[in-house]
C-alpha cells in the first residue's frame, strides 16, 4: 500500500470540511476523487499533499507517517502535486520552471538541466523551453505543471483539476500524458468534475460530498450508486435512478 | 557580446586614470561601493524576493565595529571586518529565523523594526560615539589601515570586492540554490511542493546579503574615517540600496551596477546643483521613482531592455506533438 | 499614585495607537496588503490640524473632522492612483510602492515644513483634570476616550452595517462577493479611505498634546505594526486590544528605563512576538 489516509477530519473555524475521511491507493494504481462543489475533495487532497494539517486522522505514505510533515519533506518523500488554479514560475522559462523540479533529486546544473530536457521531450514542451511560463495560455500552464512535478521523480502524483478549462480535444492529449506518466509507473490520484475523464481513467473512485466519503468502487458501480446520484442531483434523481 | 564585455571592464579599471579630477574619482569610487551594497541587497531582495527595509543594520555593523575596535582599543580597524561580518550573519539570523515561515510582510517589517531598534540604541550609547559617531585613523604610516589620501587606491579595492560579489552572485545564480531562490519569489507555494526548503533557502540567501552588506559598510567606514547614527543605519542608507538595486532591475546580476552608475551621478548633481536642500529634494524625487518603478515596470531597467528588444512571440501554443 | 497616573496615560495614549492601527489592520484583512506608509498618514492627519488651527483658528472637532475627510480622500485616491494596479503584480511591487509612497509623503513633508518639531497653539482642551486622585491631561484624556469610541465604532461599521458586510465579505472570499453583486473594487477602495481617515483622525486626536514632525510617521508604522502583529491578523477589536496594551508597555518603559528606550522596548518585543506567537493574542497557530 502505497498511500493510506485514515479518518482524515479538517476544520476551518467551526466548519468542517472533511470529516473521517479514509483513502488508501496501492503502488500503481490511479484512483480519482469526484464529487460535488465544496464537497471536501480539494481540502483532503490538500491534507495528503502536505499543504494543510488536518486536525485528526493519519495519513501514511509508504509507511511513513506523514501526517504533520511540511510540503517540501513530501515532494522528497516521492509525493509531487499540481495546483487546481496553475502555479507556474511566469517569468521563469519553461525549462528552468522544470529545472526547478529536477533540483529536486539532481544536484548540478548540467543534470537537472538534462533531466528537465528529458520531461520536456516527454510533455511535449521541449520546442517551447526557451519562452517564459507566462507566454503559455492555460492548458499550456497546465501541461507545464505537470512537467514540473514529473521532474522530481514522483512515485506518487496528485492531480487536481488538472483538466479543467480544457478543450475536448486538449483533454484527449492531457488524458494520453497521464496515461503515458502511468505507465512509467507512478500512482495517480486525480481530482476531477469531468466525468468523462474520470471514466477513462480511473481504476477506482472515491465519491466526496460534504466533507464524507459516500462510495467508493469502479468507476461504472460507482455512478450508478444512488447515494452518489442524490449527492449530485438530488434526492429526486436518485428515486428515478433506484425506480430504473 | 563578449567584445562588450571587455570594453565595459577596461573601462571601469582604467576609469580612474583616465579621469584623473580628484573629484571624479571620488565619485567613481562612490558608485562602486554603492553597487556593492545594492548588489548584496540584490541576493535577498532581488533573487529570492525577500523585501529588507532595514539593510542598513548589516551596513551599520560593518562600519561601526572596525571604528569602535580603532577608537577605543587602539586595534587595526581591519580587524573589525570579520567581526562585523559574525555580527551582521547573528542579526540576520534573528531576524530572518522567524519570519521566514511567514508571509513576506512579516520579514519586510521586522527589518525595519530591528534596523531602527539598533539606531536608536546606538545613538544613545556612549560607547558607540552616540550621536556624534565613531572616528577612524586620520592618517595612518600602516597600509592596513587603508588611510589614503586619494581615492584611487579605494577605487580599486572596491572594484576588486564589487567583482568577487558579482562572481559569488553569478556562481549562486547558476547553481541549485539561484533557482531555488528564483522559484521561491516566483511562487513560494509551489516552490514548496517541488521539494524546495524554503526556509533554509531564504536564510542563506539573507545570511550572504548581509555578509556582503556588512562588508560594504566597512569599507565606507574606510573611506570616509567616520560614522554615525545617521550615515551608518539610518533609513536611507537602506533605501539607497533599494532604489540603486530596484532602478538597475532585482533579481538581475548587472542591475544593481546599472543603477549605481545612473543614480550616484545624478544624486551627486542634484547635491551640488540645490545645495543643501538637495537632499531634501533628492529624497522625495527617490521616493516618487520607487513608487513609479513599483507601478510600471517593477523589473527595473533591465526589464524594460528585455521588453523592448525580446523577439515578438505569440501568445499561442506551439505547433503540436503527440503526447 | 505616579504608577497609576502613568498607567492610565498609557492606556489612553494605547488607545489612539487602536485607532491608529485598525485601519492598517483592515487592509491587511481585507487585501493582504501591508501599507507601508500608514504612518505617513498619520503624519499628514497631524499636519492638516496644524495647518487649519494655524489658518482658521479653529478647535480640535473642526480640524478632527478636517483631517478625516483629507486623509479619507486621499486614501481612496492612492488606492485608485497605485494600489489596484500594484495588487495584480508581483509582491515585490506591492511592498516597494507603499515603502516608496512613504518616502515621497515623508520627504515632501519635509520640504514644505520644516524638520523642527511643531506643536498646535493652545486649544480649549487645557489644562489637567483629577480623577480619582490621578491627574490627567485633559487632551490626553478627550484624545484616548474619542479614539476608543471610534475604533469601536468601526468595528460596530463592519460587523453591524450593510456596508460592513459587504467589506468583510471582500476580505473572506473576493471571487464569492463578486458572484453575490458586490463590487470589490469599491469596497476595497473604501477601506483605503477609512484605513487613512481613522489614521489621520488619530493623528490629530496626537497633535493637540503631543509635538510632531514629518519624522514622526516612522514611528508610527512601526508602532502600528506591532499592534496589527500582537492583535492578530485583519481584526479590529484585536487592534484595540494590542493598542493598550502597547500604549501600556510604552508607558511604563518609559517610566522604569525613561524615555529613551520606550520605542526600543516596544520593537524588542516585536521581534520576541515573531519568534514566539506571530499570530497574536487572538489569532490561531
Redesign the interface.
Known sequence: MLLSAEKVTKRFAGFTAVAEADLTVEEGEIVGLIGPNGAGKSTFFNCV???LAPNAGRIRFAGIDVTHA???S???LGI??T?QVP??????TIL?NV???A??RH???AA?RTKALQVLEL???K??AG?RAK???T??RKRLEIA??LA?EPRLMLLDEALAGLTPSEIQ??I??VR?IHKLGVTIVIVEHIMEVILTLAERVLVFNQGRVIASGKPQEVIDDPAVIEAYLGRGHARAARRE | MRWGLLALTLAFLAYPLILTNPFYQDAGALVLLAAISASAWNIVGGYAGQISVGHAMFYGAGAYLPLLLYQHWHLPPLLGVPLAIAVSLGLALVVGFPTFRLQGHYFSMATLAVAELIRIVVSNWELLGAAIGLQGPAVSPNWWDLTFRSAVPYYYIFLAVLALLLAVTWYME???LG??L??IR??E??????????RRYKLYALMLSAAFTSLAGSLYAFKTGFVDPDSGLGILVSVQMIIVAALGGTGTLVGPLLGAVILVPLQTATNTWFGGGGAGLTFIVYGGIIVLIARFEP?GLMELWHRLTAPR?R????????? | MILLQVIVGGLLLGAVYALLSSGLTLIWGMMNFINFAHGEFVMIGMYVAFVIVVALGVGPSIFGLAAAIGLFILGVAIYFALIRAVMRGPILAQILSTFGLALLLRYTAFWIFSPNFVTLPQSSLTGTINLGGILLNVAQLVAGVVAAALTLALHLLLTRTAVGSQLLAVAADRQAAMLMGIRPDRMQALAWGLSAASAGIAGALMAISYPFSPAVGETFALTAFVVVTLGGFGSVPGALLAGLLVGLIQALSAYYFGPVYKDVIVYGLFVALLWLRPQGLLGTA
Not at chain 2, 501568445?315 to 503526447?323: I, L, M, N, T, V
Open positions: 499533499a502536505g499543504d511540511p510540503a517540501e513530501h515532494a522528497r509531487g502535486r495546483f502555479a507556474t514560475f511566469e517569468d521563469m528552468d529545472m526547478v523540479g533540483f529536486l544536484h548540478s546544473r537537472a510533455t511535449g514542451l520546442d517551447q519562452l507566454s503559455l495560455g492548458p499550456g514540473r512535478v522530481t492529449r492531457a494520453a500524458l503515458d | 547558476q547553481s541549485r533557482y531555488c528564483r522559484a516566483a511562487g507555494r509551489a516552490a514548496k511542493s517541488l521539494g524546495v526548503p524554503v523589473g512571440t501568445r499561442s501554443p506551439a505547433p503540436r506533438h503527440a503526447a
